[in-house]
């Protein structure tokens, strides 16, 4: 029986009391496990003693997680952040040049909300630091006061693009998705294609034109009882299966260079 893809999950740094952690969701770490059908494994935001590539040695893929924090708009020449945002240097240092890294070695990559917006920033992209703020667009964002079923519940339509990955996927031209997120893509980092869009125009999934696996980012958090979505499950099941295709070769050529 073939060993289980060790799929990578990354981490916020995130100080609770006196001591340091390194925290990824549950929700992220289920569904790599139930739907993905693979080992979660978290990755510490230690960019200053691990390298991309050490990382990307011991994995078959990548989860890209959501995260409270935001990307610090110096990464994209964006202004200041309003005060009180929430940021994580220490993540942005270690997604950052890994999202880059992985790509190149062809490892497959989702990105999920930050996650998402991560991949658009290391290509050369910029974001909306407020989308409810800019005109034309609609808000975004949850409504912090309702349970977490209401705040995960659908929020609005998406429009996927024909011929991308979400519709060889099998997902219908329109979906209703979850919107959990204050900041979006602004600016789409070259060699990213549209997957799907909001009614605002707003880009709400892209994949690497020239990807050498899967590389797929969305907006919305489809980890959010992804068993029960059949969509959202397609696109851990896909994710899931290119891992699997990279354990088996890694498997292989471990296997031929032992011969």
Avoid at 97 to 104: D, G, K, V
Avoid at 210 to 216: C, M
Wanted: charged share 15%; net charge negative; glycine share 10%.
């Amino acid at each position: 029986m073939s060993r289980l893809p060790l799929i990578g999950v990354t981490a916020c740094s995130k100080q609770v009391g006196l001591h340091a952690y390194h925290i990824s969701g549950d929700k992220y770490v289920r569904a790599v496990a139930t739907a993905a059908k693979g080992l979660p494994l978290i990755i510490p935001s230690l960019a200053d003693l691990l390298a991309p590539a050490n990382i990307l040695d011991g994995l078959d893929g990548i989860l890209f997680t959501g995260s409270p924090s935001n990307i610090e708009p110096f990464h994209y020449d964006g202004p200041a952040s309003a005060p009180g945002t929430a940021h994580d240097p220490a993540r942005d240092q270690t997604t950052l040049p890994l999202i880059r890294a992985a790509l190149l070695a062809g490892v497959p990559v989702l990105g999920i909300c930050r996650g998402f917006q991560e991949m658009n920033v290391a290509f050369g992209g910029s974001l909306h630091q407020k989308v409810h703020e800019v005109p034309g667009m609609m808000d975004h964002r949850e409504d912090d006061t309702q349970p977490l079923e209401v705040q995960y519940g659908p929020a609005h339509p998406v429009t996927i693009s024909p011929n991308g990955v979400l519709a060889s996927l099998g997902l219908p031209e329109t979906i209703q998705v979850n919107s959990i997120h204050s900041q979006g893509v602004d600016r789409l980092a070259p060699g990213l294609q549209v997957e799907a869009t909001a009614p605002d125009g707003l880009i709400e999934a892209f994949s690497v034109k020239e990807g050498k696996a899967f590389a797929l980012g969305v907006q919305w958090h489809p980890e959010w009882q992804v068993s029960s979505n059949p969509h959202y499950l397609a696109i851990f099941q896909a994710f899931g299966n290119a891992c699997r295709k990279r354990a088996m070769q890694r498997d292989a050529d471990t296997a031929s260079t032992n011969a």
